[in-house]
């Protein structure tokens, strides 16, 4: 029989939970804003059953900034409560009713309400926002990675998790957009890198469709399509999960998708060879893919003009 509260405190403290933020100059950061805590937790917990419990957590005019930083992220909100009033587990309430952020003038905002997380779980939720992955190194000090790009969202869910069970998709609101545009990656890991010059991901409750997705690994290009079906029973309930793609390239270097680290380790490990061990494919899981390359190396093998299908399902790979 435990009850907690603080009724105010600094944002800092909260901050210095995430490791990330806390690793790097933490004693130095400036930050603003407010944190307010309290709830309770009552009655006994084993393996059969849990207690009852309130959280309650707020966050007011959040910010912080890197010393020798120009950029900051600011007006942080937080108004999160996660309940459960007799210890059933598929009585617990995630209620979170504000997320919001301005991130190096990008604002970010989140909602999002999951009841009967056990039997049926009924979920409603907003995400939108864009993230501008170039002012990463004007928010935090990396010295190990370069990053940009511009990711956009704008995705909205709201029904119970029976509806997509019985198909009855009309009762069942998944929709939104997630674009991506000139994403860039490379540390010291994966010098090689790689490039998402454009992609773009539409969302409706049977399946999330990849409209166009062109990128570089390296020096060599691809182009996907194709769709993702029943994703949303596949992660509450493990349910059986689609998927229909399109691969196309013109040079693909094997190699490049392969990194430094990768290669030193099996450099390392060529006197002391592990057994192999089988790879078990899921049996729900029922995935296609067709390729196009005009020319594939891997290593010193040359293939030109290459074809060929790849299907996943009933725990099998067939070629």
Known sequence: ?????????????????????????????????????????????????????????????????????????????????????????????????????????????????????VSDPDIKGHIKGKIDLGKIKDLMPSEEMKISGIITTDVVLNGKMSALENEKYDQFQALGNITVKSLTYMDADYPQGFTIHSAKASLSPQYIKVDELKANIGSSDMSIQGKIENFLAYYFNEELLKGNFILSSNYLFLNDLMSTEMNETEESNTE???????????????????????????????????????ILKDGLARM
């Open 1 to 117: 029989d435990l009850s907690f509260e603080a009724k105010k405190t600094t944002f800092k403290q909260v901050l210095s939970l995430i490791p990330a933020i806390y690793k790097a100059n933490f004693k130095d950061i400036k930050t603003e804003g407010d944190l307010a805590l309290h709830g309770f937790v009552k009655g006994v917990y084993n393996e059969n059953k849990l207690p009852a419990f309130d959280v309650n957590i707020k966050v007011q005019n959040g910010m912080f900034q890197y010393p020798d930083l120009p950029a900051k992220v600011e007006n942080i909100a937080l108004d999160l409560r996660v309940e459960n009033t007799d210890g059933i587990e598929d009585h617990t309430v995630v209620d979170l009713k504000k997320f919001h952020m301005d991130m190096a003038g990008h604002p970010f905002d989140m909602t999002l309400l999951v009841k009967t997380p």
């Open 272 to 310: 002391d060879t592990p057994e192999m061990t089988m790879v078990e494919i899921p049996k729900n899981i029922d995935f296609s893919l067709n390729t196009s390359i005009k020319t594939l190396l891997y290593d010193q093998i040359e293939m030109k003009n290459l074809s060929g299908g790849l």
